[in-house]
């Protein structure tokens, strides 16, 4: 499975950027999708996920109001939508999908399972 992320770059604070991940899943639709980031010497952190079927949401509470996880199965590609970006959100943004079908968006907000990973995208938000 190959991920491939891509939309990052340098936006003001108060602009918008959307990031997409396009995914080699011949089964995309059945699999949820989510975005997670990582700060200069901080750990990688949640940032939302998405269903498989789209219906289902969740995002970290610092995002919320400002971020968007739409996704198009028949392009096989998942979203990130930012606006209100703020320079805290500046991180490298990777996307990830479950290696097992079975696991939810709801599990992808706290952690659990394994994950298929792309190589992340720089987001910098300047103030």
């Known amino acids: 499975v190959q991920l491939q992320a891509s939309g990052g770059g340098l936006v003001q604070a108060g602009g918008s950027l959307r990031l997409s991940c396009a995914a080699s899943?011949?089964?995309?639709?059945?699999?949820?999708m989510g975005w997670f980031r990582q700060a200069p010497g901080k750990e990688r952190e949640f940032v939302a996920a998405?269903?498989?079927?789209?219906?289902?949401?969740y995002y970290t509470d610092s995002v919320k109001g400002r971020f968007a996880i739409p996704r198009d199965n028949a392009k096989n590609t998942a979203y990130l939508q930012m606006n209100s970006l703020k320079p805290e959100d500046t991180a490298v943004y990777y996307c990830?999908?479950?290696?097992?079908?079975?696991?939810?968006?709801?599990?992808?907000?706290?952690?659990?399972?394994?994950?298929?990973w792309g190589k992340g995208t720089q987001v910098t938000v300047s103030s």
């Open positions: 990830a999908t479950p290696r097992n079908s079975g696991t939810t968006s709801q599990d992808m907000s706290v952690g659990r399972g394994m994950y298929y």
């Open positions: 899943l011949r089964t995309f639709s059945r699999y949820a």
């Open positions: 998405i269903s498989a079927g789209g219906g289902t949401s």
